[in-house]
Structure formats: structure tokens, C-alpha cells
């Protein structure tokens, strides 16, 4: 793809995958406010913005074999959690934001988590072996087979777990 054309999609992904969390946000909030119908319409346009986004995101990367996979999410999850957090944390030390601070150190710790869990699964890519993942809804930490009584990471409790199957 044309340089030019290419930066144009990763905007256009950018933009869209934006959108997604900005109409849930704003569903959410008409649901407080007593407008399910209006909920659901910001609900509806969101998974047609996911849409878009997926399609302009199989046009930026290729997905490999497993096994290469594996090893590319590994590497993304060693840099989060290595480098780009760590930088970002020290500047929003010393910018003094909190919110940026809090959030950053709950994805750098769950991402590093998350690197343990690729590791596992590569070394075992053959070992018969079935397990249930939790992932926490507010910091993103999974736990294999069980949710935890509180989350590691953030603290809350148990039912802020999610079953992946
Ligand atoms: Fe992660
Ligand atoms: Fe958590």
C-alpha cells in the first residue's frame, strides 16, 4: 500500500476504534439518565464503528501462525510493560497527573502479567491443557481457572471478573 493511502488507514482505524469506547461511553450515560432507547442506538452505531475498524486494521497488519502470534503479542506486551509505560509513567510523574498515573501502572503491571501468560502458553503449545481465563473489567489483570477473591492489581472485588471461555 502507498504510503500516503496507509497513513490515511491507520487514522481511519484510529478514529473508528475511538469512536467504539466513546458511543459505549455515551450509552452508558443514557442509560443513567433514563434514555434505554437512546442507549441502544449508541450501542448499535459502536459495533458498526468495531466493524470498520476491523476492516481497516486487516488491511494494516498480518496475522500469522499461532505460533508466530504468540511470539509477536509477547513482544508487544514486553515493550508495553518495559518500555512505553515506563516512559510514560516518568513523564506523568513529573506532570503530576494522577489519572494518567494510576492507569498507566495498572496496565504496565497487567501487561506484564499478560507476557507471563504468552510465555506459558508458548513453552506449552502442545500440552494438552484446558483452562478458563478472568480478566478484571476495571484494570485488565487476568487470572487463570478462578477468579480471584480481589483482584491483584486494583483491588476490586471478585465480580468485577469476566469468564473468557
Ligand atoms: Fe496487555
Ligand atoms: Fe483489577
Given amino acids: 500500500m502507498k504510503e500516503t493511502t496507509r497513513r490515511n488507514v491507520e487514522a481511519a482505524f484510529i478514529g473508528e ?3 467504539y469506547f466513546r458511543l ?3 450509552a452508558k450515560k443514557a442509560d443513567e439518565e433514563g434514555y434505554p432507547q ?3 442506538l449508541f450501542r448499535a ?3 458498526a464503528e468495531a466493524v470498520h475498524a476491523r476492516n481497516h486494521f486487516s488491511l494494516l497488519e498480518r ?3 499461532t505460533e508466530e502470534n504468540l511470539k509477536s503479542a509477547f513482544e508487544s506486551e514486553e515493550f508495553a510493560n518495559g ?3 515506563p516512559e510514560f509513567l516518568k513523564q506523568a510523574w513529573q506532570d503530576d497527573e494522577k489519572g494518567a498515573i494510576w492507569w498507566f501502572t495498572a496496565a504496565r503491571n497487567a501487561d506484564e502479567r499478560h507476557a507471563r501468560l504468552y510465555k506459558h502458553a508458548l513453552e506449552n503449545m502442545i500440552a494438552e491443557r484446558s483452562v478458563l481465563y478472568y480478566v ?3 484494570c485488565g489483570w487476568i487470572e487463570e481457572a478462578r477468579p480471584p477473591e480481589v483482584c491483584p492489581n486494583c483491588q476490586k472485588p471478585r465480580d468485577y471478573f469476566r469468564e473468557v471461555s
Wanted: charged share 15%; hydrophobic share 50%; net charge positive.
Fill in 24 to 26: 459505549h461511553a455515551f
Fill in 38 to 40: 437512546i442507549a441502544r
Fill in 83 to 85: 518500555v512505553a509505560y
Fill in 136 to 138: 478484571c473489567t476495571h
Fill in 63 to 65: 496475522v500469522g501462525t
Fill in 17 to 19: 476504534a475511538k469512536a
Fill in 45 to 47: 452505531v459502536a459495533e
